[in-house]
């Protein structure tokens, strides 16, 4: 099995930084891209940022400049700094990748648990 376990979520003051980390673990033979979404109460689950294996790296127009993706292909670890953190940002966090897995090797997208992330203002 791959699982996809999130860390790092919690409260923050408005203008507060925030670094969430997602590590996939388990029957893995490659990791394609990863990514981070986002589902804030009431709203529908949206993108937020995206890296390919190539560093290539995504981002929605209301992150941009303000948040980090990064990954370490050695420790198939995706990361999210999270800079000038507004109220807007408050929701659960979810990262999510495109594994194959040692079992069929049929590239699948895998999700974590989700790991909330509430900004006070």
């Known amino acids: 099995q791959v699982q996809l376990v999130e860390s790092g979520g919690g409260l923050v003051q408005a203008g507060g930084s925030l670094g969430l980390s997602c590590a996939a673990s388990g029957t893995i033979f490659r990791v394609d891209d990863m990514s981070w979404y986002r589902q804030a109460p009431g709203k529908q689950r949206e993108l937020v940022a995206a890296i390919t294996t190539g560093g290539r790296t995504d981002y929605a127009g209301s992150v941009k400049g303000r948040f980090t993706i990064s990954r370490d292909g050695t420790k198939n670890t995706v990361y999210l700094q999270m800079n000038s953190l507004k109220p807007e940002d408050t929701a659960v966090y979810f990262c999510?990748?495109?594994?194959?897995?040692?079992?069929?090797?049929?590239?699948?997208?895998?999700w974590g648990q989700g790991t909330p992330v509430t900004v006070s203002s």
């Open positions: 999510s990748a495109l594994i194959q897995s040692t079992i069929d090797f049929r590239l699948r997208r895998y």
